[in-house]
């Protein structure tokens, strides 16, 4: 008996098997047959027209998914199982022997509750697992203890095709020897695999702890003498040097996505576009080459038949078919092929200018630019600046509530900007945005789409247009399925648009080191990013040098009993929750506050107020009760612990981005206020624990207070800290230069206050940038720092300034304390250094002397280093996503 048939079957792109709900049709006699009993041989099928269809003209948008849904932990092969797909004869999918195909979970499939349907990368079905291996496999898979694979062997007949079936479970120890123990039970995997398997996964994972262990940290002294004592109350810059450590956070040789993009040599080497005669600037030699590319990339070709190149992993054969690299498919009809790429330049290369110049010469039509709020009226600035007024095209800033209604109104500008905020909401109430199809659709600071289950990503992949482009300095910021949202938005074709099959081809072949896997992901990049680092020879910025240091403070000594305390208490809920850890099912709870100890450490290095009302109660309240009566005290508790979560930057469990609004449930849990408001809409269900909840059952942040509004004794006489007093000594030193000017970044606005106070008490005049200001605001803000000779300091939130500001007035950046993801802090400090900066400049890292924080630069240069290969950090089912593996918080409370 066939499983009900779904409106997407016909090549819409799928969720994963877990987040699948089924409604439809009932089936057919022949279905129910071709399920019950399938017969044994026949003719093979061909491809029908609506699927070559589908495969040429992908679908522009998901199917709903379902928001409970959160990523699994890291797996690890156990073994694989040889099978076959049935009931092939009475659906349309093709496939060919080697393909990749997409298993996906039925499980209310009202003929049988353990279905699993297979699809081709099309969407199109193949067929079904045989029931006798999927009443085994099922359970599995609905528990969430394995995922499997499946890659076809043989080639498909009339009634069956053979397939080979993959397993993956847990990589934890006890869990993996409790799982494999059922799968023998079971009869799916033979003793003899298991064995032989466990033995790779461990030599696999002693082989990458060893290259980590000679993996450059990227932290190369030039200096023999840090870790002195602080300096005397007069310092000057050579003193603070002296006890600082010079070092290159990004080394030589460039950075990851460099790594699989083309080398130096090949790019100097690119031809050079002509200069566009309607821009005023004269575009540097390497930004004319960056036109060329830019402008080839808007209409790719093939190769010729029997060429060994490839575009966009795409190869044609000796008799003309076309075979793709990462998916094994082969077609003979042309799939198409994506216009546009990623611009992946180094920040303050002009990707900008370079963009107006492909809009200026790369024919009409209207071309739309989503962009960051901050930086939309950057681009029309740059605009009238760059291009002749003769030729410059209308421009109109569509956001706010007096954007235009109509496509019809906008069509008749040559460049539309919108921010990802108004493109999300126009995307659920088919707005303007949607209904035009665009000459080419722009996305700046293009990361911001990188998880491809928020709104503004689900709508930016929907819009339609002729030509598709991602600017980005930061392509890939955690993890290599960063890069897998900007493939779905870019239109790629070939099955790497489905998460499914990019984690299948790309992402879990990747973490094993696979060579294969590289060698697709080099393939891809060498054809669709374009990277050029400031520091290429061929570029000759002529920037003025860029000096890091790394500046090391001692505790004092009342500090350093309170930061040991804590540690100490850390530790020990570490180790209880270790203890208690028994597999999928462990405490979320103790794990959550394992990391609120982190977080306290973490805020304990900027300075002890931050930490001093720390609130046991909340932590006794965490872990004894699932769900909080919300009385006054405990509402206050739980405003305090929201605190928390908005403090440390914490993601949503419900769309993965940094929240905004944020609230918390009666439950503990933290979410974006809209995104909860949905699922309380839906289900009526919190998605973490599954506990009853309704808009009444929400608490929202406590005001913020300003500096002027805090009360007395949270600031009192004792306010300084062995940090803040370093931080003042770099300000006094360097101020002394003339026009010199800095930036100081903080990821927490306490901080920030904190300082703020201690400048008033010091006379100095400045000005601040954080995430409550309007760009109003922020406008006047940088217009001081620019234009005020008396204005020479900028306290900014990191979250806030690390995209799309230029700060090159200031020469000195300072970062007060340290974000998980370096590319956060790489993108803040090229706010400063970048073109049009003037003077040399000195960016100072504070760090805690044998604290968390240390460890901290560690993991960030294992992160700079190996990207998505050494940090695969997902949970496991029903767990908050978070930051960091349980290998990197045991690193940090070492």
């Not at 039970?185 to 290259?211: G, P, V």
């Not at 492909?358 to 209207?366: C, V, Y």
């Not at 939309?376 to 209604?405: C, F, L």
């Amino acid at each position: 008996m066939p499983p009900r048939k779904r409106a997407s079957d016909d090549g819409g792109l799928m969720r994963p098997a877990k987040a699948l709900r089924l409604t439809s049709s009932q089936p057919t006699a022949t279905e129910r047959k071709a399920f019950q009993d399938p017969p044994q041989f026949a003719e093979p099928s061909q491809p029908t027209a609506a699927e070559r269809e589908a495969f040429q003209h992908p679908p522009e948008d998901a199917e709903p998914i379902d928001l409970t849904q959160v990523d699994d932990e890291p797996l690890e092969l156990y073994g694989s199982l040889a099978s076959k797909i049935v009931g092939v004869r009475y659906y349309n999918g093709v496939v060919t022997i080697g393909e990749v195909v997409v298993s996906r979970r039925e499980p209310s499939n009202q003929y049988d509750e353990n279905a699993i349907r297979i699809d081709n990368v099309f969407g199109s079905q193949v067929g079904h697992v045989p029931r006798t291996v999927a009443s085994k496999l099922a359970p599995y898979m609905d528990a969430g203890d394995i995922d499997i694979e499946v890659v076809v062997s043989g080639p498909k007949e009339y009634y069956e095709c053979p397939v080979q079936i993959m397993i993956y479970g847990t990589s934890h120890p006890a869990g993996r020897l409790a799982l494999e123990d059922r799968l023998k039970k079971d009869k799916l995997l033979k003793a003899t695999q298991l064995k032989t398997t466990r033995k790779q996964n461990e030599l696999q994972r002693q082989a990458a702890e060893n290259e980590l262990r000679r993996q450059p940290t990227g932290l190369k002294s030039d200096r023999s003498s840090v870790g002195l004592p602080a300096p005397a109350p007069e310092t000057t810059l050579e003193d603070l040097t002296k006890t600082s450590q010079a070092v290159n956070v990004r080394p030589a040789g460039g950075d990851f996505v460099q790594t699989l993009a083309f080398g130096e040599e090949q790019l100097s080497q690119m031809p050079l576009a002509e200069q566009p005669k309607s821009i005023r600037a004269k575009l540097l030699p390497y930004q004319l080459q960056g036109l060329a590319w830019l402008t080839a990339k808007e209409k790719p070709t093939f190769p010729q038949p029997g060429s060994p190149d490839s575009v966009q992993l795409w190869k044609r054969d000796a008799k003309g078919n076309y075979n793709n690299l990462g998916t094994n498919i082969t077609v003979a009809k042309a799939p198409a092929l994506l216009s546009g790429g990623i611009l992946a330049d180094d920040m303050g290369l002009g990707k900008t200018l370079q963009t107006i110049s492909l809009i200026m010469t790369g024919g009409p039509g209207t071309t739309l630019i989503v962009a960051p709020v901050s930086v939309m009226s950057n681009w029309e600035q740059q605009i009238q600046r760059h291009v002749h007024e003769e030729n410059a095209p209308k421009v109109i800033i569509h956001h706010g509530p007096t954007r235009q209604t109509t496509a019809k109104a906008l069509n008749e500008y040559g460049v539309v900007i919108t921010s990802y905020g108004t493109l999300a909401s126009e995307a659920s109430c088919k707005g303007p945005l949607s209904q035009i199809e665009w000459r080419r659709v722009v996305l700046d600071e293009g990361h911001t789409i990188r998880n491809a289950k928020t709104k503004a990503s689900l709508a930016a992949c929907s819009l339609k247009a002729q030509s598709r482009w991602v600017l980005t300095g930061t392509p890939i910021i955690n993890n290599i399925r960063d890069l897998h949202s900007l493939l779905k938005f870019l239109r790629i074709t070939g099955g790497l648009e489905q998460a499914e099959v990019f984690n299948m081809v790309i992402s879990r072949p990747l973490a094993l080191k696979q060579h294969r896997a590289v060698s697709l992901l080099q393939n891809l990049m060498n054809d669709l990013c374009l990277r050029r680092l400031k520091d290429m020879k061929f570029v000759d910025l002529k920037l003025p040098s860029k000096t890091e240091y790394i500046h090391r403070i001692t505790f004092w000594e009342d500090e350093k009993r309170k930061y040991d305390a804590l540690l100490s208490e850390a530790q020990g809920a570490l180790k209880d929750f270790q203890s208690r850890k028994k597999g999928p099912g462990a405490d979320k709870n103790r794990f959550q506050s394992v990391l609120e100890r982190l977080l306290r450490l973490r805020q304990t290095c900027n300075h002890w107020t931050l930490c001093k009302d720390r609130i046991t109660d909340l932590l006794q309240l965490l872990e004894d009760n699932d769900v909080v009566p919300l009385n006054p005290k405990n509402r206050a508790l739980l405003q305090q612990a929201l605190q928390l979560f908005i403090e440390s930057q914490e993601e949503c469990p419900v769309c993965f981005e940094v929240m905004k609004s944020p609230v918390i449930t009666h439950c503990k849990h933290v979410y974006c206020r809209p995104c909860i408001s949905k699922v309380i809409e839906i289900q009526g269900k919190c998605p973490m624990c599954r506990a009853g909840l309704s808009d009444d059952n929400l608490v929202e942040p406590a005001p913020e207070k300003g500096i002027e509004e805090m009360e007395q004794d949270s600031l009192d006489r004792e306010t300084k800290s062995s940090k803040t007093e370093a931080l003042l000594k770099i300000l006094q030193a360097t101020l002394k230069k003339e026009g010199s000017k800095v930036i100081i970044f903080s990821q927490w606005t306490s901080f920030l206050n904190i300082i703020q106070r201690q400048l008033d008490e010091a006379g100095y005049t400045y000005t601040r940038i954080d995430g409550s200001m309007n760009a109003t605001k922020r406008d006047v803000a940088i217009k001081a720092l620019d234009e005020d000779p008396n204005t020479k300091i900028m306290l900014a939130s990191l979250a806030v300034c690390s995209v799309g500001l230029n700060l090159v007035s200031a020469d000195t950046v300072v970062l007060a304390d340290s974000w998980w993801a370096p590319a956060i802090e790489d993108q803040a400090v090229d706010r400063v250094h970048r073109l049009g900066q003037t003077r040399e400049t000195t960016v100072w890292r504070l760090v805690m002397e044998g604290t968390v924080e240390e460890r901290v630069l560690d993991i960030q240069a294992e992160k700079r280093e190996l990207v998505g290969k050494a940090f695969q950090e997902r949970e496991k089912k029903g767990e908050k996503r978070k930051e960091t593996r349980m290998a990197d918080v045991m690193k940090l409370l070492s």
